[in-house]
């Protein structure tokens, strides 16, 4: 099973600043399938970025990703104040699929 | 517009079963691989078990095999998930969900609470 690790827990940011979240694999994801999901309360989590750096239908551009192997990266270039949330990173490569233990974004 | 919608949860005792529903519509069900994802109250999101797209190919987690059962109706467009032998560490949302390059579709969740 691959465990996925992302840092930092929380990150505390005020709108308009940028947000680096990583997602670190125990071992290399198959074909970079590796998912960033952002989660706001009380609702089902929303599919941001797949296969590590393209952007879902209806995302900003504001987000991005980047990585490969074991190393993956989320980024926001700039904080909305709807950006305030969890975000999850997901591999899909291989069975059991696994996801990360989730970062909260809050404002700071 | 794609739509799922999950149904079948509900207040258990530890031991007990389920059978959660997920009837599905605005794509084509019978050619699409379908999960089920939980999260417990206040914690994380966990994956739980997918099937293939005619029913034949199925994975779980290991935490629920043998205890749960992925199953589909392509003739109803409905994913099932049978539970049982169910656990407090049970106790969670359970999300359908589908997608082909990471999960793009989900329900909106059936609660599950096990308790005595």
């Known amino acids: 099973e691959i465990v996925l690790t992302q840092s930092p827990g929380t990150l505390s940011l005020s709108p308009g600043e940028r947000a680096t979240l990583s997602c670190r694999a125990s071992?290399?994801?198959?074909?970079?399938?590796l998912a960033w999901y952002q989660q706001k309360p009380g609702q089902a989590p929303r599919l941001l970025i797949y296969a590590a750096s393209s952007r879902a239908t209806g995302i900003p551009d504001r987000f991005s990703g980047s990585g490969s192997g074991t190393d993956f990266t989320l980024t926001i270039s700039r904080l909305e104040p709807e950006d305030f949330a969890v975000y999850y990173c997901?591999?899909?490569?291989?069975?059991?699929?696994?996801f990360g233990q989730g970062t909260k974004v809050e404002i700071k | 517009e794609v739509q799922l919608l999950e149904s079948g949860g509900g207040l258990v005792q530890p031991g007990g079963s389920l059978r959660l529903s997920c009837a599905a519509s605005g794509f084509t069900f019978s050619s699409s691989a379908m999960s089920w994802v939980r999260q417990a109250p206040g914690k994380g999101l966990e994956w739980v078990s997918a099937?293939?797209?005619?029913?034949?190919?199925?994975y779980y987690t290991d935490s629920v095999r043998g205890r749960f059962t992925i199953s589909r109706d392509n003739s109803k467009n409905t994913l099932y998930l049978q539970v049982n032998s169910l656990r407090a560490e049970d106790t969670a949302i359970y999300y359908c969900?589908?997608?082909?390059?990471?999960?793009?579709?989900w329900g909106q969740g059936a609660l599950v609470t096990v308790s005595s």
């Open positions: 969900a589908v997608g082909f390059g990471g999960y793009s579709y």
């Open positions: 997901h591999q899909y490569g291989s069975s059991p699929r696994t």
């Open positions: 099937i293939g797209g005619s029913g034949s190919t199925t």
């Open positions: 071992q290399s994801v198959s074909s970079n399938y």
